[in-house]
């Protein structure tokens, strides 16, 4: 019985389209000092189904500006991720959970560091038309000795 339905379910074409999206939200950043500001962030992400199983390229990017004695630090982290996933729930509306291995480049006044870590998010899918979604997520990525936490709302499209 259980061979039955996993086959159905990889034969299921909503299961095995792409999506392409955007998010905007907040994502709490650390700092060189340990401290998580809160601040903007923007992101795409790209997903392409196999079944409930689905792989995920996503890109973020987060900037900040402290203002310190003598002027102002400025900090941009641009971070990338390569996810596996699961996703479950009715069809076309699905929740996600994925993880994989993710990079972030650290840049400010002068400074670049490249940040090895991972990454988890989940995320809930709802339908809006035919082809276009809203995209509920939270995720963590580790980099260095910490972690960015994030949250946000974005738009997709299926195909």
Do not use: C
């Amino acid at each position: 019985m259980h061979l039955i339905f996993a086959t159905a379910l990889a034969a299921e074409p909503e299961l095995n389209r792409a999506d392409l999206g955007v998010n905007a939200g907040l994502a709490a950043t650390r700092s060189s000092t340990g401290n998580h500001r809160v601040d903007p962030a923007l992101g795409l992400w790209a997903r392409k189904g196999f079944g409930a199983a689905f792989g995920e390229l996503e890109l973020g990017f987060v900037t900040n500006a402290d203002p310190v004695p003598g002027g102002t630090l400025r900090r941009n982290v641009y971070r990338s991720a390569l996810l596996v996933g699961w996703r479950g729930g009715l069809r076309p509306m699905h929740v996600g959970f994925a993880a994989g291995l993710a990079a972030s480049v650290v840049t400010g006044n002068d400074v670049m560091a490249l940040q090895p870590g991972v990454r988890f998010r989940s995320d809930l899918h709802v339908p809006v038309g035919d082809r276009s979604m809203l995209v509920f997520h939270t995720g963590l990525t580790s980099r260095g000795r910490g972690a960015d936490a994030d949250v946000g709302l974005g738009w997709g499209l299926r195909w």
